[in-house]
């Protein structure tokens, strides 16, 4: 029998915001889920004139508060299933904690919060509460990035020496702030983006990437931390050099001054047999280099699993792609693959069983953004104190 759509709720997403769009089509998009309600706005009366004019119907609410409080009261199957958080920084930890007091599942965008105080009171809050709690690191959807975290944790690179994670960009090397972009405006102010914004936007996204396509956890973090624009009240160039606790180093290194980059998110790893390199513009194919051996091109959906290199990939992670290669999938459908793992997450946390996905080998959890967070603030610390090497908590 066809399962029931999941109802999800949105808070913020209104007024020719952004990262709503791809959330909303990603939740959309197979049909089992749909967003239901939202809470588009901070001023009442905009959220809910923003509702009435969303493109298809939804309830609105006039807070997150009013949103929580009446979703609540209804009964399974009527109310929210899950709410998707789309705000600035500053305005996640506030829902997110009363939606998991309210037992309502979460998927957050990142960075998690501006503090690392907040941090750790949300993981406290889910480790206690057992409620479903994704954090939205995009670029763990793409079946490229799934596929290069099995090759890499199977140990075909052989032992991992260097990594290097990083995101550049060029939208921020004009003072967009000044001239009408709502995004830029609020990443450049510490009240609302935290205690750094090229950090905190897409270093941890480079963070993100490092850890769960190799397992490691950075131990030790050199922090520098940039602004490179005149007046800008934020950094926009964040890199560190980072211990691993394997022995290995590398670099997590982001920047949004550089004209000509759109979304340059990669990784490379080198390993003592091989390296990976992947990029994220490219993103339907992964890079193998191994010693005195001819170079491989994996394409997603085009992989044959025993082909003398690969070996053990999981049938999962096989059937994964959703459209033959060729034809690309992308951003959106990167965002659905996170959607669509935390989905089995919430049906199981409503039947009462345990969570499939919630082991951060599908979607980043609670930790991961916390951990993200810890990174941030340890590259900041070490930038204040001469780039002097900082422990990871
Ligand atoms: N995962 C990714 O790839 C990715 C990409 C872009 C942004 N992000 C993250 O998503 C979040 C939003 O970024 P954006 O670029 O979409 O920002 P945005 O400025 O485009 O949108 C923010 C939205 O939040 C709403 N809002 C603010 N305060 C609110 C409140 N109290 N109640 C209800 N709504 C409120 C605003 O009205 C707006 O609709 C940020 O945390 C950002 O870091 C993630």
């Not at 691993?244 to 990669?266: F, T």
């Not at 669509?340 to 930790?367: H, I, Q």
Request: net charge negative; hydrophobic share 35%; charged share 25%.
């Amino acid at each position: 029998m066809a399962k029931r759509p999941l109802n999800v709720g949105l808070i913020g997403g209104g007024g020719g915001a952004f990262i709503v769009q791809p959330h909303q089509k990603a939740i959309n998009s197979d049909g089992t889920r749909r967003v239901t309600c939202a809470a588009l706005h901070p001023d009442p009366n905009v959220a809910m004139q923003e509702a009435e004019n969303w493109p298809f119907p939804i309830k609105g609410y006039r807070s997150y508060d009013e949103l929580i409080e009446q979703e609540s009261k209804k009964p399974v199957g009527e109310r929210v299933d899950y709410v998707t958080i789309v705000t600035p920084n500053n305005v996640h930890f506030d829902p997110a904690m009363k939606c998991i007091n309210a037992g309502i599942p979460v998927f957050c965008e990142k960075p998690l919060t501006v503090t690392l105080e907040e941090a750790d009171k949300l993981v406290a809050a889910v480790n206690e509460k057992k409620v479903p709690f994704g954090v939205a690191h995009t670029y763990l959807g793409h079946w490229t990035t799934r596929f290069s975290r099995h090759i890499v944790r199977s140990g075909l690179l052989g032992q991992i020496r260097w990594v290097d994670a990083y995101y550049i960009q060029g939208w921020l090397a004009e003072r967009a702030e000044d001239t009408g972009s709502m995004q830029a405006e609020w990443r450049v102010d510490p009240k609302r983006a935290g205690i750094s914004n090229c950090g905190g936007d897409i270093g941890t996204h480079a963070l993100m990437q490092l850890r769960y396509v190799t397992g490691l956890e950075v131990t030790q973090v050199s922090g520098h931390v940039e602004t490179f624009v005149k007046g800008r009240r934020l950094d926009d160039a964040f890199f560190t050099y980072v211990k691993l606790d394997s022995g290995a180093h590398g670099l997590v290194r982001a920047l949004q001054i550089a004209i000509g980059h759109k979304n340059d998110l990669g990784i490379e790893v080198n390993g003592t047999k091989g390296t990976l390199v992947w990029k994220q513009e490219e993103h339907e194919k992964v890079v193998i280099h191994l010693l005195g051996q001819p170079d491989r091109l994996y394409y997603r959906n085009a992989v044959t699993p025993n082909d003398g290199f690969l070996k053990d990939v999981p049938e999962w992670l096989m059937k994964e792609p959703t459209i033959p290669s060729g034809h690309s999938e992308g951003f959106h459908d990167a965002f659905a693959r996170l959607h669509r793992s935390f989905e089995e997450d919430v049906r199981a946390y409503e039947e009462g069983k345990p969570l499939p996905n919630a082991d951060g080998s599908k979607y980043a959890t609670v930790m991961d953004g916390s951990i993200g967070i810890a990174f941030v603030k340890a590259a900041v610390d070490s930038a204040h104190n001469g780039n002097s090497w900082v422990q990871m908590k």
